[in-house]
């Protein structure tokens, strides 16, 4: 329902706050400057603003939409007028011309009666599986691996001889933290319909995760602070009573403390040492994050406030890396830019798509209460205790007991029967490694979910994927991470010395990051407890992957994370990297690194690129692949038969609510295709709207690009190309 008046809207709103935010950065120049983004010129790029659909109560809206206009705005009936077209020679005039939508073959009304095939039982294929269950639609999940939930994966050590119950003898090697704001809504819709909460139900318990920690430690340059210089000037001011002070002096007191700057001797300019910058919300920045802050902020405001409005403007940057954008858009100089990276991400991460920053950027600091949907504060983080598989088993149970979903099935290829007479129906194929089936079982549609690297092993070649696809598939690119998980003999870090109950401390060594767990943490800390020992991404992981053992990723019968044996001597290229670790634990907290080997008990090293189920970590994008690739890996293939979910499949990649967005989408389009009346009913009414698509008539087009695909491009013999009215 785009209309000139929302967008009126949206500008005045916009504009009130460009003013306010004005008066409190004069500094910051937001003026019309031909060299440097601002306020104006985002928002004079900006296109028609969209309401969002809202999610919560589609039924009603559909209701009344049904009423009004005789449309359902979930499933619309007709296509939309803004069809593809597929340019074809017309008859008349021997001129290009344009296919019409009435030309195209209506969609055939069927139920549907043979089961659907999950490729994948990640949390995006047996989230399909539960909605499929739920509309009483039979399904068959197939995984290669013997463990299910995939990138939600966790790691139990094995007790020691008489070592005591613990709530902590384990970390999270994949997903492990779920901040509740707006982007990941359907992580926590799916904890609250699994009744996982804080303080337990019968699904799980969530408990706060502490993402920093006031006294989590920073080693750059060699330096070390900011927590132990702090301990020291806070008990002063303690004793001096003005400990108040401390909040503000622990932003950015200590000047060039880490000596970044010329005038001690490093390459940053001293004049962007210590900028400072206003958020729309008030909150002051300082230094790196008053940079980050004045290029980042404007984009997340706007997708805050008018997602649709925001995406378009996102999308008109996307075809610089961060680093670019930062260089040519912001004018800042490279050694500021250098510096910026180091200490706020992975080692060449400002490498990856400006559009990939952003977005992650709103999941550690979405901009809340600029959406009018509550003040803005703190968002808080969860983990589950137990680890993140407690919620892939809920998942899991609430399938039922059956047989659906099935473990060491590596699918090797997926096929289109074509119907050999009109009344034939079109069905599916699925090739399961070293299973020939004598008669092979008819699937009505196949969702794949496994990472898009994976698939590329997947022969396809019968399912008619256009050339955007097969690109997609081969060029969208994936981020990689390495956790190295170490179970030490006492949890040294909540001891005396460092009283560290969750966050993370952030050095430019080798490690980059140690994670502080934030479950178990009232346990003793005398007693046996698993750091997180380094977090590393980008080039950081690939160097430290290099020492890493390729590993399976479960091989017991009970489908329970595998334990490794607790004396068993590391190999030579991974003792070489607990090496590292130890050194690098040494100079961050004091002690030796023979102090810390002798501490551990076990530990567990895991490279998320090298690992044949998924072949790369997450998705994460280059310079202009959003705007490019992407919207063909949100199209189903060989004529709405094959559908493609999973994290990568959706904006919002690397979290689990990527992965149910994606679910969302793929279970509308087989319901879009084949569906009931009474199963849309269904999942409109227990489902809601999507969360990616602000417009269904956005959404429904995509989807009908990708079922007309192959129609579209026979029309004309065009392999791939059909254009939309105004391209
Ligand atoms: C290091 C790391 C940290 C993360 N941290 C967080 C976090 O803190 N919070 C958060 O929300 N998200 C986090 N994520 C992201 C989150 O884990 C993923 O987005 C999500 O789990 C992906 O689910 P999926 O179903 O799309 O894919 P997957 O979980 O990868 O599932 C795909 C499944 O397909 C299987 N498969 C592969 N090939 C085949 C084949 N040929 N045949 C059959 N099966 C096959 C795989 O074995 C796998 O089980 C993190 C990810 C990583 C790697």
């Keep these: 329902m785009p209309t000139s008046f929302h967008s009126k809207v949206a500008q005045h709103i916009v504009e009130l706050e460009l003013e306010k935010l004005r008066k409190r950065n004069p500094s910051l120049g937001y003026h019309q400057d031909k060299d440097k983004v601002s306020w104006e010129m985002l928002i004079d790029r900006g296109a028609h603003p969209r309401k969002r659909v809202p999610v919560p109560d589609s039924e009603s809206l559909a209701q009344v939409s049904q009423a009004a206009h005789g449309v359902d705005p979930l499933f619309p009936d007709e296509l939309p007028s803004s069809l593809p077209r597929s340019p074809v020679t017309t008859p008349e005039t021997g001129l290009p011309g344009h296919k019409s939508p009435a030309d195209l073959p209506r969609l055939p009304e069927v139920g549907i009666t043979e089961p659907v095939a999950i490729i994948g039982a990640g949390v995006a294929g047996l989230r399909i599986a539960m909605m499929l269950k739920h509309l009483g639609i039979p399904y068959r999940v197939m995984e290669a691996s013997e463990r299910y939930g995939g990138r939600v994966f966790t790691y139990h050590f094995k007790k020691q001889d008489g070592e005591a119950e613990s709530t902590q003898n384990y970390f999270d090697v994949g997903a492990m933290r779920f901040p509740d704001n707006a982007v990941n809504a359907r992580t926590f819709e799916l904890f609250e319909e699994l009744d996982i909460k804080a303080g337990g139900g019968t699904g799980g318990k969530l408990v706060p995760y502490h993402l920093g920690t006031d006294d989590n430690i920073m080693l750059f340059n060699g330096r070390r602070g900011p927590a132990a210089f702090f301990e020291w ?22 000047e060039d403390h880490f000596h970044d700057g010329v005038r001690n001797g490093g390459t940053v300019p001293d004049d962007y040492i210590n900028r400072t910058y206003v958020k729309p919300n008030g909150d002051k920045l300082y230094g790196i994050d008053a940079l980050l802050g004045a290029a980042w902020e404007p984009y997340k405001f706007l997708l805050a406030k008018d997602y649709k409005l925001g995406w378009e403007i996102l999308m ?23 510096w910026m990276e180091t200490r706020d991400s992975g080692t060449n991460a400002y490498d990856d798509a400006f559009t990939e920053s952003i977005i992650d950027s709103l999941e550690f600091d979405y901009p809340t209460g600029y959406d009018g949907q509550g003040e803005p504060g703190e968002v808080n983080w969860w983990c589950i205790e137990g680890g993140t598989e407690v919620l892939t088993k809920a998942m899991y149970k609430s399938l039922g007991i059956q047989p659906f979903v099935q473990t060491s099935q590596r699918v090797t290829a997926v096929y289109k029967n074509k119907p050999t007479t009109p009344d034939e129906k079109t069905t599916m194929g699925v090739i399961i490694q070293g299973l020939a089936e004598l008669v092979p079982t008819k699937y009505s549609h196949v969702v794949s979910t496994i990472p898009l690297s994976c698939l590329r092993g997947v022969d396809l070649s019968r399912c008619e994927l256009d050339y955007a696809q097969k690109t997609a598939l081969r060029s969208l690119k994936y981020g990689t991470g390495v956790k190295v998980g170490i179970k030490f003999k006492t949890r040294w870090w909540q001891g005396q010395n460092f009283k560290k109950q969750g966050g993370s401390s952030k050095t430019d060594r080798q490690s980059r990051v140690v994670v502080y767990p934030s479950y178990g943490v009232d346990g003793p800390a005398d007693t046996p407890g698993v750091l997180i020992a380094t977090y590393t991404w980008n080039q950081d992981a690939f160097r430290f992957g290099s ?13 329970h994370s595998a334990s ?26 004091g002690e030796t690194a023979g102090w810390y080997r002798e501490q551990t008990l076990d530990y567990y090293a895991y490279d998320w690129y090298h690992n044949q189920y998924s072949m790369g970590g997450y998705a994460f994008f280059n310079a202009g692949q959003f705007s490019d690739l992407y919207l063909h890996i949100t199209k189903p293939a060989s004529d709405g038969y094959l559908h493609f979910g999973g994290e990568a499949a959706s904006s919002h990649h690397a979290w689990v609510a990527g992965a149910l967005d994606s679910a969302w989408r793929c279970v509308w389009e087989i319901l879009a295709k084949d569906g009931t009346p009474e199963q849309k009913k269904k999942f409109r009414k227990k489902y809601g709207a999507s969360k990616e698509f602000d417009n269904i008539e956005t959404a429904a087009l995509q989807y009908y690009r990708g079922i007309y695909a192959n129609s579209l491009e026979k029309a004309d013999g065009n392999h791939g190309l059909f254009h939309f009215p105004g391209e």
């Design 233 to 254: 000037v806070f008990n002063i001011l303690l004793f001096l009573d003005i400990k108040k002070t401390v909040g503000e002096m622990s932003k950015n007191p200590l």
């Design 316 to 338: 008109q940057h996307d075809s610089r890396s961060s680093r670019a954008h930062l260089l040519d858009i912001m004018r800042y100089p490279p050694e500021v830019v250098q």
């Design 547 to 559: 020492l890493i053992d390729p590993k399976d990723w479960g091989n017991s019968d009970d489908l």
């Design 564 to 589: 490794l044996d607790p004396n068993r001597q590391p190999s030579p290229s991974e003792a070489i990297l607990l090496q590292h670790i130890y050194e690098d634990l040494a100079e961050i907290h």
